[in-house]
């Protein structure tokens, strides 16, 4: 997400592309590194995106 180094002494962190409860896998290819902050940061986006988009069906 920052596209900075994954080794500057951050916590890191393994995000799954594709979430487990929607099928996704614990393949390399659905895995992702990511710094502490921006792995929480990546869950708050997904989160908002899913109330915009629970807000338009109701609309």
């Keep these: 997400m ?3 180094s994954l080794f500057n002494d951050e916590a890191l962190q393994i995000h799954h ?3 487990r409860v929607d099928g996704g896998s614990n ?3 659905n895995l992702l590194l990511l ?3 921006c792995h929480q940061q990546q869950h708050a986006s997904d989160k908002r995106r ?3 988009s629970d807000a338009l ?3």
Aim: hydrophobic letters at 40%; aromatic letters at 12%.
């Design 17 to 19: 592309v594709f979430r």
């Design 57 to 59: 069906q109701l609309a």
């Design 35 to 37: 710094h502490l902050y």
């Design 27 to 29: 393949a390399s290819e």
């Design 50 to 52: 899913k109330v915009d």
């Design 2 to 4: 920052c596209n900075g």
